[in-house]
Nanobody
Framework: EVQLVESGGGLVQAGGSLRLSCVAS????????RGWFRQAPGKEREGVSF?????????????YYADSVKGRFTISSDHAKNTVYLQMNSLKPEDSAVYFC??????????????????WGQGTQVTVSS
């Protein structure tokens, strides 16, 4: 059974930092794209950042960032711990949302639609005060 468990959310002032963690079990990290979506009240769930270690298309180590977080967020992974991290710096109030870890088998490109991901964590709240 595939399980994703997030941690690391919280309340932080604008300009501050948080690090989210997502521990996975039940699948081999290298074959999957894993990453983060976020959903603010009244808004659609949006893809934030993804990473894969798949060898398909020579993609090992490839990452994706939404334009809104480029230069501020960094995604990384620890294969030994089967964990993906999202380091979030220079946080803004508009980053406030529930952040979800997600995973899908990687076929060569990062998919940005939430419907494409079959595996989800329970979500962790990130609140950035102004």
């Amino acid at each position: 059974e595939v399980q994703l468990v997030e941690s690391g959310g919280g309340l932080v002032q604008a300009g501050g930092s948080l690090r989210l963690s997502c521990v996975a079990s039940g699948f081999t990290f290298g074959d999957y794209a894993r990453g983060w979506f976020r959903q603010a009240p009244g808004k659609e769930r949006e893809g934030v950042s993804f990473i894969t270690n798949s060898r398909i298309g020579n993609s090992a180590g490839s990452t994706y960032y939404a334009d809104s977080v480029k230069g501020r967020f960094t995604i990384s992974s620890d294969h030994a711990k089967n964990t993906v991290y999202l380091q979030m710096n220079s946080l803004k109030p508009e980053d406030s949302a529930v952040y979800f870890c997600a995973a899908k088998f990687y076929h060569g490109t990062f998919r940005l639609g939430a419907r494409d991901y079959p595996y989800w964590g329970q979500g962790t709240q990130v609140t950035v005060s102004s």
